[in-house]
């Protein structure tokens, strides 16, 4: 790092790399290496590499644009938010205030979307708001919470991931999604670990498998029953651990031993000595762990699928100990951040919910109003996206792109447009925002600053290392500017750093307390792991160990076994988060918590400490192949685009390396279709039609094709996806359904 370099993370994914950022002499910065973030140590993937492009790319939006004559033309600040104030202020009047929308993102940083879920719930007085993050991990964090009593996408650091015996990758592309994060799975090898992938497709992180399994799109659920069956077949079961560290043992076993290894061949196409040899190396070494991605995880069942590979961790008795477990590894840059201060549907910061009376009261003292003003749980991200044009008439976007990201994405696009009023917040006039009413050019990362929160729950720094553009202002100063517009003065500060002291204190005592973090410790200590309430509960007295204050029993005080000074345990919400005195013995008396990089190590979050086996059973996608559909479709992303590639489509050295979208398929199915490399290939689903040129390889099953998501037109993948919702979760089936491939004849 030079002298005028500032350190900071990649605005993309949740592995948010850590990269300095030194001035140029346009004006611009250019990308230095920084090796003292652990979870990267410097590499970064080409879109980090990439991402000063944005900043200065010809097509940033550098002024306000709003509809005139059918066509957006520039506009000043004052007429674009008054535009906006005035369409929410008059739709709220004429049809109530849940006929308007807010919709997130998981790229936000946590004072934005913290923000974006009180201007919601206090300056509009809606209840409908829910964010893109819905589409992303939500199927583990139900699961996870359901099993563990709280989510954190990993309950470990990353850099535990080497130091287990066995890894089992589900549905997770590392190679392509988050390409520095492939060194834990090198090391892993290294010190004798084996790696185990499932995926449908032989990609470049299951080239580097010990096993690969290849289950047919949409079975994954199927085949982690059949794992937990051979694992209790073979007497391969946990039973302490079970006994001291779980419930609901019998039900589970019973649902699993109902799938027999053959039965579970027939549906996943996963043989039996594969799942023989899986189960082996999962359960012989001392350590293990199952990490899971959006391949299990955007299915219509995948709360029970993610449930099923939780279970298969409890059975074995890897849950809540030392470099095993079960972990989710999160896709958006703020993925993990984005779910815990407010922007979901149905949650208030803290990752508290919005159900709860004493959530709502703490929440409601914390913004200075009545609790009962709060409204209740809305749509979820689909839902919402489906009732735009009807219940829903005007709608405030924010850090998303639904036009290419969305399930059935004609259909959304289509309900966009029947919208009364659509305020977009972007720095690129996306596909989204070229169908807006008004769009306001925000700033990005590198020009302003927040916290984000990785997928370990690591809450990060991302600092100010240019001034931006003129004409542009944060996501923070038109939300209040807005308030201020529609009658909320107060409330809604425009300075990040405030905005998270506000955050603090409403996530205090639940389940995400991050009110032990400060900017300057985030500074100094280059991230700290949430639960870190403030201040410690400390005890300098000399105590019996386990000693328990009888006045307060969540106060509990230890000595410490390898320390001189008495040791600051957990309380209250860290302790119920399952934090292990272990993980604080490095505080002394009077310190700040040192925050929680591992948890569950001695209880888990629930009300007995204990982890819940969910029963769960095999059950078929939404949508299976027929005589008119024959052929799956599965759908992912490519190492230099991000999500629905709103940036980094406008990024040369990206947009070289994926120009465009393509369908992969297994060569059996390219000759039955007559197409060669390269050939356009229509690719038709109940919901509409897409074409792209034909990637040959074997690297794919036979009845099964692969589409990237990233762009728009008519090779959208997401044209042809089904939004058949988990029941719990909410979450769309990205992962799998039924398609016809067409040859489509050269123009
Ligand atoms: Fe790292 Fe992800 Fe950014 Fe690539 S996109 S540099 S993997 S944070």
């Known amino acids: 790092m030079n002298s005028t370099s500032t350190p900071t993370h990649c605005p993309y994914c949740a592995l948010q790399c850590g990269m300095n950022l030194s001035p140029t002499p346009d004006g611009g910065v250019e990308v230095l290496e920084r090796a003292d973030f652990p979870v990267n140590r410097g590499a970064l993937c080409g879109k980090g590499r990439t991402a000063p492009a944005v900043l200065s790319s010809r097509v940033r939006l ?53 923000t974006l879920g009180k201007f919601a719930r206090v300056a509009l007085g809606t209840s409908q708001i829910d964010y893109n993050g819905r589409f992303c991990m939500s199927s583990a964090a139900a699961a996870g919470t359901k099993a563990f009593g709280l989510d954190r996408g990993l309950p470990f650091p990353l850099e535990d991931i080497p130091r287990s015996g066995c890894v089992i990758l589900v549905g997770s592309n590392l190679a392509e999604t988050m390409p520095p994060s492939l060194r834990f799975l090198t090391e892993l090898k290294e010190n004798g670990g084996t790696l185990i992938v499932v995926d449908p497709r032989r990609t470049k992180t299951a080239e580097q498998a010990d096993l690969h399994l290849a289950p047919r799109p949409g079975t994954d659920l199927a085949l982690a029953l059949g794992l937990l069956h051979l694992v209790v077949a073979e007497g391969r079961t946990d039973e302490a651990y079970i006994a001291e560290r779980t ?92 779910r ?112 984000t929160t990785n997928l370990e729950g690591r809450v990060l720094l991302r600092r100010q290392a240019i001034t931006p553009p003129e004409g542009i202002r944060s996501d923070l100063e038109v939300m209040h500017e807005l308030a201020a517009r529609l009658g909320v003065e107060k409330g809604f500060p425009t300075d990040p750093e405030e905005v998270f002291e506000e955050l603090r204190r409403a996530s205090a005592g639940g389940p995400a307390d991050y009110s032990g973090i400060t900017y300057r410790r985030l500074a100094e200590e280059n991230g700290v792991f949430w639960p870190c309430p403030a201040p410690p509960s400390v005890d300098t007295r000399s105590v019996d160990p386990q000693s328990v204050d009888p006045q307060s029993p969540d106060r509990v005080i230890v000595a410490d076994s390898g320390d001189a000074s008495p040791a600051v345990t957990p309380d209250g919400p860290a302790r119920e988060a399952g934090v292990r005195e272990a993980e604080v013995r490095g505080a002394h008396p009077g310190s700040p918590h040192p925050g929680t990089p591992r948890l569950f190590l001695d209880r888990f979050a629930t009300p007995d400490g204990r982890a819940r086996f969910v029963p769960v059973a095999h059950r078929a996608a939404a949508e299976e192949p027929d005589d008119e559909y024959p052929v799956l479709l599965t759908t992912g992303r490519v190492v230099a685009q991000y999500q629905s590639g709103a940036q980094t489509r406008r990024v040369d050295e990206l947009n070289a390396a994926a120009p465009g979208p393509f369908v992969e398929l297994h060569p059996r199915l ?3 279709l007559g197409a060669a490399e390269g050939d356009p290939v229509a690719v038709v689903s109940r919901r509409g039609r897409a074409v792209a040129p034909a990637r040959i390889t074997r690297a794919i099953r036979p009845d099964t094709v692969f589409m990237p998501f990233h762009w728009p037109g008519e090779g959208r993948a997401n044209t042809l996806t089904n939004p058949a919702l988990d029941p719990t979760s909410r979450m769309p089936e990205f992962k799998a359904c039924a398609v016809r491939l067409e040859a489509v004849p050269p123009a």
């Not at 957006?72 to 104030?85: F, K, N, Q, S, Y």
């Open 62 to 114: 550098t002024s306000p644009l709003v509809r005139e004559g059918g066509a957006l033309v520039p506009a000043t600040w004052d007429e674009a938010l008054d535009r906006i104030a005035g369409a929410l202020g008059r739709i709220r009047a004429e049809h109530g205030a849940d006929a308007l929308g807010v919709f997130g993102g998981g790229g936000l940083t946590n004072e934005k979307a913290y």
């Open 247 to 338: 419930t609901g043992w019998e039900d589970a076993r019973a649902a699993a031993m109902a799938h027999w290894p053959e039965y579970v061949e027939r549906i996943t196409g996963v043989s039996v000595p594969q799942l023989r040899e899986a189960v082996r190396m999962f359960c012989e070494p001392e350590t293990a762990m199952v990490l899971t991605a959006r391949g299990p995880e955007q299915q219509s069942k995948g709360t029970d699928t993610v449930g099923a590979w939780i279970n298969l961790c409890l059975a074995t008795g890897r849950a809540g100990r030392p470099y095993s477990g079960y972990g989710c590894l999160t896709g958006q840059g703020n993925g993990q951040g984005g």
């Open 340 to 451: 815990e201060h407010g922007q979901k549907a149905d949650q208030l910061p803290g990752y508290r919910k919005l159900d709860d009376p004493a959530a709502r009261r703490h929440v409601a003292e914390v913004w200075g109003v009545d609790p009962d003003s709060l409204p209740g749980p809305g749509r979820s991200a689909y839902e919402l996206l489906d009732a735009l044009g009807t219940d829903i008439r005007a709608l405030l976007l924010m850090g998303s792109n639904p036009v290419v990201s969305a399930p059935r994405a004609a259909h959304i696009e289509e309900r966009i447009t029947s919208l009364d009023f659509l305020a977009v917040c972007d720095v690129v006039l996306s596909e989204t925002a070229e169908l807006a009413d008004v769009v306001l050019p925000v700033t990005q990362w590198a020009e302003e600053t927040g916290t």
């Open 670 to 672: 390219a000759a039955r």
